[in-house]
């Protein structure tokens, strides 16, 4: 069984944790291979190995057969039938979820995340979890990023996850809603309740922590601060992501071991 460590200096989300995670070791074919268990289609993954500022990582990105990918829940209905953008509601993706042919734990985290996800949406909109219709958590390519990150979890046999300080960036962004503050509501929401440290980058003017990426640290991290000094670090993995920033933008994951003395 293998421990993780989570260096989060430039965020997260799931295509980066999923790149970071191929870039361990995982057999990319083998990944694929369990990803097509969910039985959908309409969607095709890959993985890269580039260098970014000369540092080499895996680049993850999946590809829709008819592209849309917004970051917002659809509050009109209208929207929904002159868009191209696929929509579902939670109960959409909870029955792909169980309907495929992963293990039983990947489900259970899977529809984990995207409960959490969903209710903080659901707050920040003022209307049930059955009113909300996804755009980028409902999309394809989100639900691949869930599925996926605990697909490679499980390949990889991850007992545990530590992680440091989760570094955002601020100002505003642009979503389907309007200009938006960084983090986003949902995410900020999604911090209610929660010990997770926070720090703003005030030259970062954009977000680096997605709801999916937030989703993912409240399922899986067991806690926040410095690596543990009983562990060991075996292999370091970069998984990069797509925002051009003034700094280097990669989720650097450590594989690590307990050790004896």
Known sequence: MATLYLDLFSGISGDMFIGALLDLGID?????????????????????????????????????????????PVVNEQKIHHSHIPHRHLGDIKKIINDSDLSSEVKKHSIAVFTDIAEAESKVHNMSLEEVHFHEVGALDSIVDIVGSFVALEMLDVSQVFASVVSDGSGFIHVAHGVMPVPVPAVMQMRVGTNIPFYQLNNIRTELVTPTGIGLLKEIVTSYGQLPQNLEIEKVGYGFGDRKIPQFNALRVMKCKKKFN
């Open 28 to 72: 990319f074919q083998k990944f694929q291979s369990e990803l097509a268990k969910l039985n959908v289609s309409g969607v095709t993954t890959s993985a890269q190995r580039v260098a970014h500022s000369h540092i080499y990582g895996t680049n993850f990105e999946t590809t829709l057969d008819e592209p849309g990918k917004d970051d917002a």
